[in-house]
């Protein structure tokens, strides 16, 4: 297994804008990144030269010629890095506006009947667009209910919902509150298995900074993230289609390529924010697997990436040096559970007897920077069954520390105490 050893978790940390200060609040352990990774200084560096360029792409002038290599380049790049052999990308205003543009293609492009099939587990970014847009499409929306207890939804459970009737299918690869990863090559595969035509959409938005991506594997039609959650900058989202998704009647100017589903000119920087992006994680590879062709140095980058942020999770509920861990502490309760092997680089918890609005102001106070998910439109539908009216999500990147975690840990115990 590929594994970040300390000293090349300097040169990562190296590489990252603000990775252990905030310009406002100072020194700080940076345990938000759910919230939106921290920046490569490469991509600061990258958003500052396009913000000055005036060119538009497609005119026959050099400075536009040179956009649309960045551009193609960039495309290029997201293929490697996400293995994605057919369909196409392409950025737009959001993750969010993504995810409700594509299932809203989806839902008209199919039979007006049917099942529109997703899961109680998903952001509302999935959840809100399908109870949308399966009414205007005179389908039924069904959400699989998710396992309360582990915080995640599994192929079974869809085995158990799906029907021939199912024309569209949601499936969320990580919970941005739960930190659970969901399966979704076997998801789909359950899908596939009674309704192989039907359009399946994933919200790869929490999933995409913890491990690879492998669009090949998974036997979808669409998969959307936020690249401000990926190391990249805030402003843009950017999806993959496949080609059949690609072929539905959406939004175009008449007259224009029949396969474009962009809206108007595209912000060159974002594209190239997303290169550089690709070039970490390759260089990343090739720091833990230096004789691997392009596409392995990308799947060593994000076997490293969840090794090291399970190790980090370990040491944060199981506790590291003399430092007992959450589980040891007796006020504390992790959603989800102690042991669950779907966790991916995020803990959330709440402290009997304290609002958890409180704890995250107490470790702010002390420099541990988290945030408090409320029992409202974005994770009401996590925290209610649970009987909760929030939480203290503490969200872990790579680039993080043992010794950060020492840090969390060490005002925890007296916050619980």
Same mark, same amino acid.
């Given at each position: 297994?590929? +594994?970040? +050893? =300390?000293?090349?978790? @300097? ?15 100072? =020194?700080?352990? %940076?345990?938000? @990144? ?6 490569? @200084? ?28 960045? &551009? ?23 993750? #969010?506006?993504?995810? %409700? ?25 999935? /959840?809100?667009?399908? *109870? ?21 939804? #599994? ?14 299918? +949601? ?28 359009? &399946? ?41 496949? $080609? /059949?998704? +690609? ?11 029949? $396969?474009?589903? !962009?809206?108007? #000119?595209?912000? #060159? ?20 697997? *230096? ?13 490293? &990436? ?7 999770? $370990? ?12 589980? $040891? ?13 779907? /966790? !991916?680089?995020?803990? =959330?918890?709440?402290? !009997? ?14 420099? &541990? ?11 009401? @539908? ?36």
């Amino acid at each position: 297994m590929p +594994t970040i +050893t =300390s000293d090349m978790l @300097n040169d990562i940390r190296d590489k990252f804008a603000q990775v252990d200060h905030c310009p406002v609040q100072g =020194s700080r352990v %940076f345990f938000e @990144n759910a919230g939106g990774a921290l920046t490569l @200084n490469a991509v600061v560096e990258s958003a500052q030269r396009y913000a000055a360029i005036p060119d538009n792409q497609g005119r026959d002038n050099p400075g536009s010629h040179e956009l649309v290599r960045v &551009i193609n380049k960039a495309k290029a790049d997201m293929r490697a890095m996400m293995n994605a052999s057919t369909g196409q990308f392409f950025v737009g205003e959001s993750g #969010t506006e993504l995810l %409700f543009r594509l299932i809203m293609n989806a839902c008209l492009g199919v039979a007006s009947d049917g099942v529109v099939l997703g899961s109680t587990v998903e952001h509302p970014a999935t /959840r809100s667009a399908c *109870g949308r847009w399966s009414k205007i499409s005179n389908k039924t929306h069904v959400m699989i209910p998710h396992d309360d207890a582990k915080g995640l939804v #599994t192929a079974a459970d869809y085995a158990r919902h799906v029907t021939a009737e199912t024309r569209v299918a +949601t499936i969320l690869h990580t919970s941005p509150v739960t930190g659970m990863g969901m399966n979704v090559g076997a998801i789909s595969a359950a899908i596939r298995a009674v309704a192989p035509d039907c359009f &399946i959409i994933v919200d790869g938005i929490q999933h995409a900074a913890h491990g690879m991506i492998d669009i090949d594997a998974y036997d979808v039609d669409g998969y959307v993230i936020s690249p401000y959650k990926m190391f990249s900058r805030h402003g843009y989202g950017l999806a993959w289609i496949s $080609d /059949r998704l +690609t072929a539905l009647p959406h939004d175009s100017l008449s007259g224009g390529p029949e $396969d474009n589903w !962009e809206m108007g #000119t595209r912000d #060159t920087g974002a594209y190239a924010a997303l290169s550089e992006v690709a070039d970490y994680l390759e260089w990343l590879g090739g720091q833990v697997a *230096g004789d691997a062709d392009r596409r392995g140095k990308f799947v060593a980058a994000g076997k490293a &990436i969840h090794a090291h942020e399970k190790s980090l999770t $370990d040491a944060m509920i199981h506790g590291t040096g003399n430092l007992p861990g959450l589980a $040891d502490m007796a006020k504390v309760h992790i959603i989800g559970g102690v042991e669950n092997a779907a /966790r !991916e680089g995020l803990v =959330s918890v709440y402290v !009997e007897g304290m609002a958890s609005a409180d704890v995250v102001t107490s470790l702010n106070e002390q420099g &541990i920077r988290t945030h408090l998910r409320k029992a409202d439109h974005y994770s009401g @539908n996590i925290l209610n069954p649970l009987g909760l009216d929030g939480c203290v999500r503490v969200s872990m990147c790579h680039y993080n520390s043992i010794q950060e975690v020492s840090q969390f840990l060490t005002v925890m115990k007296d916050i619980s105490a």
